[in-house]
Structures are given as C-alpha cells and as structure tokens.
C-alpha cells in the first residue's frame, strides 16, 4: 500500500475517533438505525476530507507527509468539532 494511502487512512481514522463522541452524547438511540447511519456516514466524510485534503497539499507540495496528515488531523478536527457546536444549537 502505498505511504500518502497509509496516512490518509489513519488520519480520517484519528480525525473520526476524536470527534465521534460530541455525535454519540447529542445523538437521541430511540431510533437504532438512524443513529448507526449518522455515525457511518461521519466515518466515510471523515475519510473521503482526509483524502481530498492531503490529495491538495500534496499537490501543492509546501511541505513533506508528515508535516501534511499533522495539518490536516488539525483541520478535520477543528472543523468537525465546529460544525457540531453549530448544528445541535441550531436544532435546539
């Protein structure tokens, strides 16, 4: 497998696991499926961000690989955690 595949994978992986629970505390388990499709479907934009993001700086070619997953586990996160603090204030 190929090194940017490895990184994009674990970085969508570590940026999921680190912003997963601010879904679980605000999610209502009433309804099982509903909340099981909300959590797969954070894991599969979480992975496709971390593709496309790391896809772009490595296009851009500022910095190495390493330097690249750090940028972007940052912005996925931040990001994430953002758009969760904005979207249950706005359905409460």
Known sequence: MNKQIKVQLTIGLLSYFATIWVII??????????SLGIVILQLVLML????????????????????????????LVTMRLLSSVYIFQISS
């Open 25 to 34: 505390a605000q999610l209502d388990f009433s309804n099982m499926v509903l």
């Open 48 to 75: 496709i961000l971390s593709y496309v993001i790391i896809g772009i700086l490595e296009w851009i070619d500022l910095f190495d690989l390493q330097t690249h997953a750090i940028l972007t586990l940052l912005v």
